[in-house]
């Protein structure tokens, strides 16, 4: 259906709608430094899932050892950055 057919009330819809749903944010901490930050799902999901949690280990941008994600956080819906 295209947008000249489509009804005002889904017309309205769509425009209170955001095209894409809340990123999945998963809080990651650093094994050597301690260093903790939230990573986007976009991220997460484009490397295998190699470690407990069901996380892949990503390489911290302060140290360079390694971020594994923190299960005893939960993941958080949001469409920007937790803090």
Same mark, same amino acid.
């Given at each position: 259906? +295209?947008?000249? +057919? ?15 749903? =809340?990123?999945?944010? &998963?809080? /990651? #901490? @650093?094994?050597? @430094?301690?260093? &903790?930050?939230?990573?986007? *799902?976009?991220?997460?999901? &484009?490397? =295998? =899932? !190699?470690?407990?949690?069901? /996380?892949? &280990?990503?390489? $911290?941008?302060? @140290?360079?050892? !390694? $971020?594994?994600? *923190? !299960?005893?956080?939960?993941?958080? #819906?949001?469409?920007?950055?937790? +803090?």
């Amino acid at each position: 259906m +295209n947008e000249k +057919n489509q009804p005002d009330w889904l017309k309205e819809k769509l425009k209170e709608m955001p095209w894409d749903p =809340p990123s999945e944010w &998963a809080k /990651y #901490r @650093c094994l050597s @430094c301690d260093h &903790a930050d939230w990573i986007e *799902d976009i991220i997460v999901d &484009a490397f =295998p =899932p !190699t470690e407990p949690g069901g /996380y892949p &280990a990503l390489i $911290c941008p302060e @140290c360079g050892g !390694t $971020c594994l994600g *923190d !299960t005893s956080v939960p993941e958080i #819906r949001s469409f920007t950055k937790p +803090n």
